[in-house]
């Protein structure tokens, strides 16, 4: 259990200590700073600890965004500071700092009025409470101390009568509950989630936590309503489509609500976030699969379509991920591009269009199940198909010109990050330790995204057009490999270099979706389905894994799976031994490979998504997915 200190003299009638009980903090009183010292030594050594002024008023949600976000080593909110584990040893020295004799109070750097509160119930200037104290002292040591926003909510601590009666009036005329049900919703979504989903889901978000329901458990409740959608497309009937439509959507709001419970809660989890991050991509591909099969129950093979769509959809992914990694930290981040784009969402109506037209994941859904309920697959995965190459044409196109005219100098850190979400193997990699040094001699050439774009160009253009099971496609692997290699034999700090790790994904997944396609053997395009999301898992895996900042999957796993130039040959290799022929060889030989990988990525993601180092990444963003 947590543990709250109070400090100072209580003062009859607050409900302060009331509100941290129901917070889930024991609440502890103390006289001063020796005396938090001393209760803070008493706490067990895994408990969040709070210090909080006896004369604190506020609203409960403001304690509770301040006190119980799991996310932050360190809040505070004028008044009140809290500490997690890991930083209870600069606690501990910020309140032995205060508590030795001739300790000067007011020598702490003074943070000044908190900007979130109204001015007529800021903390007076200069004052300073015990709590304020602490944080300004946490700052100096080094810990981050997380300071929620805190909007119309009200923290302070009145220093006369006629500051708290002003401070209580303050608290009143706001509704609490109110504004913890509008801060469920992210301030930035797409417009059918915004308007069609929000405006209920976050009230189903509220019954899920009076209930003691957890965001993972909503989660996975959002997860199966979509696994049975895709089972009853898979049906092949209409009143199966049907069901399948209302049933995506309904995986939707549960989608939406799980992350507005844990927002609500502040119910935050390394868990929940590698659930979040995944399950999404696996919602969506297994409806395509369960389409394909609902299709082939009635003649039509839309295999390749529904293949189309998933690869599709995760290189866009990879193009947005990469994108921001590179201009993550970048200098002098600023173009004419990005200009014109703050000008264009000064305008209300050109915000919501804007968003609309890269197809998020709300009006993507919304726009399956309709075409689901009321079409046929085929004409469902061509209208998302051609849908989502306009929105990948159209972000491709805008970021490209941002990055052409812009004068960004990226980081190392960038420049890893690129190189990660490149997933090179050993070859590439053999190959880029021996090119470095002509590479570094090219100087300011764009050499990254050429070489990148003519290696994906070479293995897909053979296997587009060189005969079904000959060796061509083979030399174009091989082609790709090494051109891979000198895509990456200097650091990706060039203006185009984001788009190294998409031409990869390109050529990976293009060229087994077209190997498949033209061979023609029975079960090798679902075979293809399965290792394309296998290596998608392993590719969203390590972007969360980055955004996190705990890096990529280790490099052994990326060895032993080949990285995308070794994956490329195998695959190619096994059309030009099998994809000609009659017998199953390339569909077997396909199925092999998605389980090898599925198997090796899936037990080491699982194995570090539960441990106790990995990150909680949680998207408060609302960049479309």
């Given amino acids: 259990m947590s543990t709250a200190i109070l400090t100072g003299q209580p003062v009859a009638g607050s409900p302060l200590e009331g509100d941290l009980w129901s917070l889930g903090f024991e609440v502890r009183m103390v006289p001063d700073a020796s005396g938090a010292a001393a209760a803070l030594g008493e706490v067990p050594a895994g408990d969040r600890v709070a210090v909080v002024d006896a004369r604190f008023v506020g609203h409960r949600h403001a304690l509770r965004l301040a006190l119980t976000d799991p996310r932050f080593p360190a809040a505070a909110v004028p008044g009140a500071v ?44 200069g004052a300073r409470t015990l709590p304020d104290t602490l944080a300004a002292a946490l700052d100096a040591d080094g810990t981050a101390v997380h300071r929620p926003e805190l909007g119309v909510l009200v923290a302070t601590v009145p220093a006369d009568d006629a500051e708290r009666s002003a401070a209580a009036e303050a608290v009143a005329a706001v509704d609490d509950e109110a504004v913890r049900l509008r801060g469920a919703v992210k301030s930035r979504d797409g417009f059918f989630t915004t308007f069609c989903v929000s405006p209920y889901s976050r009230y189903l978000a509220r019954w899920c936590a009076r209930r003691g329901l957890t965001p993972n458990q909503v989660t996975t409740a959002s997860l199966v309503t979509a696994l049975v959608a895709a089972g009853a497309a898979a049906t092949g009937t209409r009143g199966g489509f049907v069901a399948a ?44 699969a369960g389409l394909a099969l609902g299709a082939a129950r009635g003649g039509d093979d839309v295999w390749a379509l529904a293949l189309g769509a998933m690869v599709l959809q995760t290189a866009r992914h990879v193009v947005d991920f990469s994108f921001t990694e590179a201009n993550h930290d970048a200098t002098a981040n600023t173009s004419p591009t990005a200009a014109l784009s703050d000008r264009l969402d000064s305008a209300g109506w050109t915000v919501w269009a804007r968003r609309m037209i890269v197809l998020p994941i709300g009006e993507r859904w919304a726009l399956i199940a309709v075409l689901t309920a009321c079409t046929t697959p085929r004409t469902t995965l061509w209208v998302l198909i051609a849908g989502c190459a306009f929105a990948a044409c159209y972000t491709t196109a805008g970021r490209v010109l941002r990055s052409v005219t812009r004068r960004a100098e990226r980081t190392d850190r960038a420049a890893l990050a690129l190189a990660e979400l490149a997933d090179s193997g050993a070859a590439a990699a053999l190959v880029a330790h021996g090119a470095a040094p002509a590479a570094r001699r090219l100087g300011g050439l764009p050499l990254a995204p050429t ?66 396609a ?54 190619t ?49 609302g960049e479309p997915a």
Avoid at 263 to 274: I, P, V
Avoid at 546 to 553: F, K, S
Avoid at 585 to 614: D, H, K, M, N, P
Wanted: hydrophobic share 50%; glycine share 10%; aromatic share 10%.
């Fill in 82 to 125: 809290t500490v997690r584990p890991e930083a209870r040893t600069a606690l501990a020295r910020a309140l032995a700092a205060d508590a030795s004799p001739g300790a000067d109070p007011e020598a702490a750097p003074d943070p000044g009025p908190d900007p979130d509160a109204s001015a007529a119930v800021r903390t007076r200037p």
């Fill in 573 to 621: 290799v096994a059309a030009a031994l099998w994809a000609g022929g009659t017998g199953q060889g390339f569909t077997l030989a396909l199925t092999v490979l998605a389980a090898a990988i599925a198997a090796g990525v899936l037990s080491e993601s699982v194995r570090f998504w539960v441990s106790s180092g990995a990150p909680a990444v949680h998207d408060e963003t």
């Fill in 518 to 571: 033209r061979s023609e053997v029975n079960g090798a395009l679902p075979a293809a389905f399965g290792l394309v999301a296998a290596v998608a898992y392993h590719h969203y895996d390590t972007v969360y894994r980055i955004r996190g900042g705990t890096g990529a999957p280790p490099l052994p796993l990326v060895r032993a799976i080949g990285g995308h130039e070794g994956r490329t040959l195998a695959v």
């Fill in 245 to 288: 439509g209302l049933l995506l959507l309904a995986s939707f709001v549960l989608d939406c609500t799980d992350g507005q419970l844990a927002r609500y809660a502040l119910k935050y989890s390394t868990m929940g976030a590698w659930l979040d991050a995944t399950f999404d991509r696996a919602k969506e591909y297994a409806y395509y």
């Fill in 451 to 516: 070489a990148a774009a003519l290696g994906a160009a070479a293995v897909t253009g053979t296997a587009l057009w060189a005969p079904v099971g000959s060796w061509w496609p083979v030399a174009g692997a091989l082609a790709y490999l090494l051109l891979a290699g000198v895509a990456v034999a200097r650091p990706l700090k060039g203006p185009l270099d984001w788009l190294v790790p998409p031409f990869f994904r390109i050529a990976e997944y293009c060229t087994l979706l077209v190997l498949a």
